[in-house]
């Protein structure tokens, strides 16, 4: 398997951890376990945010850029819904 293979399957782990993390965190019915909960989902988005720095550095995640008259018109639209 390849390093690229590796790091996306790392991504999807960690993406699944967080994911499971932050409902046990909304889910919580003392303090303490959402607190415990809310630490281990901080560090998990702190390695998730490392492995997509990591693929970015490297060309392995690409993004596309967000056209800004799409950008205008979502805001035109969710703006007025709200008014």
Do not use: P, R
């Not at 994911?19 to 919580?28: A, K, R, V, W």
């Not at 989902?41 to 800004?68: C, F, H, P, R």
């Amino acid at each position: 398997m390849e390093d690229k293979d590796l790091m996306e399957s790392e991504l999807l782990v960690i993406k699944g951890v967080c994911d499971l993390y932050l409902h046990g965190t909304i889910e919580s019915t003392t303090a303490e376990v959402h607190c415990a909960f809310k630490d281990a989902l901080n560090e998990s988005l702190d390695i998730q945010n490392k492995i997509y720095n990591l693929m970015a550095e490297k060309g392995w995640y690409k993004t596309d850029v967000a056209d800004q008259t799409k950008i205008d018109n979502a805001k035109q639209k969710f703006s007025s819904a709200n008014a």
